[in-house]
Every structure is written in structure tokens, then in C-alpha cells.
């Protein structure tokens, strides 16, 4: 399969606090992103990182790619409530798949005030 | 600015009926186009993909069949819906290269009765 898979499933915190979320994958990438869900709603592009990149940031976003590893982390720092959503790593396809996007399962981040 | 319209946002269908779902995307020309499903409390699984009209690669064999009449029309259909047809359908576009960040449609919740 060519889906990322995201690590826990679920997470539960306080705000103020940090989550991280992790995502591997099987298959060489061209580049991974990271997308945010509200309940019920279409996904929102957070954040992407290239085949060819380690550490990238966004505002409170902290995101690591380990290609030898095949795996990716979401940190998300200083939580707000605003913040409970489902998060899903998508890698994008090389050769045949170029163009596609796969995504995982994803994370539901539940932050209590 | 690019906007994307997906409709209708819910649909209940009896086993059997046709199914039509629209996407339109508004600010760009050419644009990759995707229809995603989304079971309860799973990922997203990658259904169609076009990278232009009359272009539709297809990711799972499957009851539904997608077209692109028009530059900026996606279209998912069925003849015949079955139970397992029943799901949360989003629609998304990026710009006509390879994996950029997919910007999504507020989806629609397909039930068939």
C-alpha cells in the first residue's frame, strides 16, 4: 500500500501542551504533506516537505521527515482547543503514481481547555 | 481566488438508484482534479484522478465511474448504488503539477438506504 499510516490513532491532551503525531510509509516519495480535518468537513493543507528536506516549520507546526526511516512527525506546540481535529499524513507518488496523493488513517487530537 | 463547489452536501439514496455528484472549481485553468471516499472513522481512499478533460485514471476497481466534460467539472456517477456506496465523498484540485498541496471541497455524506 502506498497510504501512510499515522501513529496513535488517537491522542488526548491539555492545552498549552505539545502533540505529536507520527506517520510511515512504505514506498519511496516525492514529497509528504501533512492535512487537517475538522468534524464533518473537507480537509485543509497544513504543511509540506519535500523528499529532499528534514525539518520544516510553520507557525506552531514542527514537521521532521526521515526518508531512510520512511517516516514523518507532526509536533504541534502550545495546543488550543481550536486545535481538536483529525490529522492526516499524505505522501505524494513517484514513476506511475506521480501526481497522486495517498493519505493514512489519521489522528484524532482531542485538546481539553 | 480559486474557489471549489461540491453539491449537493447530503444525499440519501435507496440500493439501486443512480448517483451523480458535481464538483466544480472556480480562479484556475487546468487543474488536477480527485475524487476522494471517506468511510467512518477511516482515511481517505483515492478513487479517480485527471490531469484534463476526457483524462480520468482510475485507483480501485469499484461501482462508480468518474468524467470531466468540461476544464473545471469533475463528476463521480453510478448507475446502480450498492450499501457499501455509502460515504463521505470529497472532491479536490491542485495546480497542474505533481503533488501540490490539494485544496478540498466541503464533501458530500452519501447514504444509501
Known amino acids: 500500500s502506498q497510504q501512510g499510516e499515522e501513529d496513535p490513532q488517537a491522542l488526548s491532551i491539555q492545552e498549552g501542551e505539545n502533540a505529536t503525531m507520527n506517520c510511515s510509509y512504505k514506498?519511496?516519495?516525492?514529497?509528504l504533506q501533512w492535512y487537517r480535518q475538522n468534524s464533518g468537513r473537507g480537509l485543509v493543507h497544513l504543511i509540506l516537505?519535500?523528499?529532499?528536506?528534514r525539518e520544516k516549520h510553520s507557525g506552531r507546526l514542527r514537521v521532521t521527515l526521515d526518508t531512510s526511516k520512511k517516516s514523518s512527525s507532526l509536533l504541534i506546540t502550545a495546543s488550543r482547543a481550536a486545535d481538536t481535529a483529525s490529522y492526516f499524513c499524505?505522501?505524494?507518488?513517484?514513476?506511475?503514481?506521480?501526481?497522486?496523493?495517498?493519505f493514512g488513517r489519521g489522528t484524532q487530537l482531542t485538546v481539553w481547555p | 481566488s480559486q474557489t471549489i463547489h461540491q453539491w449537493p452536501a447530503t444525499l440519501v439514496q435507496p440500493v439501486g438508484s443512480p448517483l451523480s455528484l458535481e464538483c466544480t472549481v472556480e480562479?484556475?485553468?487546468?487543474?488536477?482534479l480527485y475524487w476522494y471516499r471517506q468511510a467512518a472513522g477511516r482515511g481517505l481512499q483515492l478513487l479517480f484522478y485527471?490531469?484534463?478533460?476526457?483524462?480520468i485514471s482510475s485507483e480501485v476497481p469499484q461501482n462508480l465511474s468518474a468524467s470531466r466534460p468540461q476544464d473545471r467539472q469533475f463528476i463521480l456517477s453510478s448507475k446502480k448504488l450498492l450499501l457499501s456506496d455509502s460515504g463521505f465523498y470529497l472532491c479536490?484540485?491542485?495546480?497542474?503539477?505533481?503533488?501540490?498541496?490539494?485544496?478540498f471541497g466541503n464533501g458530500t455524506r452519501l447514504t444509501v438506504t
Open positions: 499524505a505522501t505524494g507518488g513517484r514513476g506511475s503514481t506521480l501526481g497522486r496523493l495517498y
Open positions: 485527471s490531469v484534463g478533460i476526457g483524462q
Open positions: 516537505i519535500r523528499s529532499n528536506e
Open positions: 479536490a484540485w491542485c495546480e497542474s503539477s505533481y503533488n501540490l498541496p490539494l485544496h
Open positions: 480562479g484556475t485553468s487546468n487543474p488536477n
Open positions: 514506498t519511496s516519495i516525492n514529497n
